[in-house]
């Protein structure tokens, strides 16, 4: 009885907030690095996140001949084509940082925000606007970023950004 009793305890360590043999050994063992299997590997860079920023917090200003502001509008979270477009947005980051994009969401009709004001969408609407605070394109669905990047890259402000990285310029 006291074998079992024995037994018993010292499984339970864990639960009651002690750490077993059988724990700790197990622990060591996932820490400890096999000489004969051990991989050395490269710690896998971290994918950039997708710069999003609340439109109420901003104006189109602050990005002037700094960002192109993507404007993302909706009535709720939960409409379908703002998460198709978030969706389509963070499945190609780098290219969007590439191209200096800032990602601006509003999903609050009742509150008017700057943006809404200026903007006026009715419902979902995807606003591209260039360094220069000129809106280029309103779309009422979404656009996936190759979309999106063809259109940026035929802007003349995107041109000249392109002939100066190549050096012709």
């Known amino acids: 009885m006291r074998r079992v009793f024995g037994i018993l305890t ?34 896998v860079a971290d994918t950039p996140a997708l710069p999003l920023v609340d439109s109420a917090e901003v104006t189109l200003d602050e990005f002037l001949w700094v960002k192109r502001p993507i404007v993302v509008f909706a009535d709720a979270d939960a409409d379908p084509r703002f998460v198709e477009q978030l969706r389509f947005l963070e499945s190609d980051i780098e290219e969007l940082l590439l191209r200096d994009v800032v990602i601006l969401l509003d999903t609050a009709p009742k509150e008017r925000s700057a943006l809404r004001k200026k903007l ?17 394109l309103r779309k009422p669905a979404p656009w996936t970023v190759r979309e999106i990047t063809r259109s940026i890259d035929k802007w003349p402000t995107r041109q000249q950004e392109i002939r100066v990285e190549l050096g012709k310029e």
């Not at 339970?12 to 590997?41: I, K, Y």
């Not at 006026?120 to 280029?136: T, Y």
């Open 120 to 136: 006026r969408p009715r419902g979902f609407m995807l606003a591209l606007i260039d360094k220069d605070g000129e809106v280029k």
């Open 10 to 43: 010292f499984l339970a360590l864990p639960v009651l907030g002690g750490t077993s043999l059988a724990a700790q050994e197990a622990a060591a063992a996932e820490t400890a690095p096999d000489p004969v299997t051990e991989v050395v590997t490269e710690p």
